[in-house]
């Protein structure tokens, strides 16, 4: 179990939360709830309705599509300090992956309550999220873009 400090200071090497400052930090420590699981262990089904974001405090996880299915894919591997759940938390949409825990790991889990009263109470909070939300989407697409180059695609510039 981490203490407090242990939390903040983890967090401060999460790009999601890098700039925020230390009264920040505090206040989403105290509504991270911390969770563990084995290896194989699945921590959210692809198509599941959960909204809780994850932060990945050790271990790793897989991230899956058609897991368990004829065409199942490894989309990602996380490891400590990545984060995934983030869609979740602001769309009423099934989850669009599986994540699987690829060995022991340990997660700070954010529910979607919990994340709104911290928004509430410090609202400029929201800003240094959607800024490292938007800098991850770019990269996505970045990356999307470059692969079709490769495979000899056409790739629009937006």
């Known amino acids: 179990m981490l203490s407090t400090t242990d939390k903040m200071l983890f967090l401060r090497r999460v790009s999601l939360f890098a700039e925020m400052s230390l009264e920040q930090i505090r206040l989403l420590t105290s509504h991270l709830e911390e969770q563990h699981f084995l290896p194989g262990e699945v921590i959210i089904y692809e198509g599941d309705f959960s909204q809780e974001l994850y932060i990945l405090v050790s271990g790793r996880v897989r991230i899956v599509k058609d897991y368990g299915g004829p065409h199942e894919r490894t989309l990602a591997l996380l490891t400590q300090g990545d984060f995934f759940g983030e869609m979740a938390i602001f769309e009423s949409a099934p989850r669009s992956a599986t994540a699987v825990a690829a060995e022991e790991a340990e997660l700070l889990a954010l ?48």
């Not at 410090?122 to 991850?136: D, V």
């Not at 999307?144 to 790739?155: K, T, Y």
Request: cysteine-free; aromatic content about 8%.
């Open 111 to 158: 529910s979607p309550e919990k994340f709104k009263q911290t928004i509430y109470q410090k609202p400029e909070m929201a800003f240094e999220i959607f800024r490292e939300l938007s800098a991850r989407l770019r990269r996505r697409e970045e990356r999307a873009a470059s692969a079709r180059l490769q495979e000899g695609g056409l790739a629009t510039d937006v």
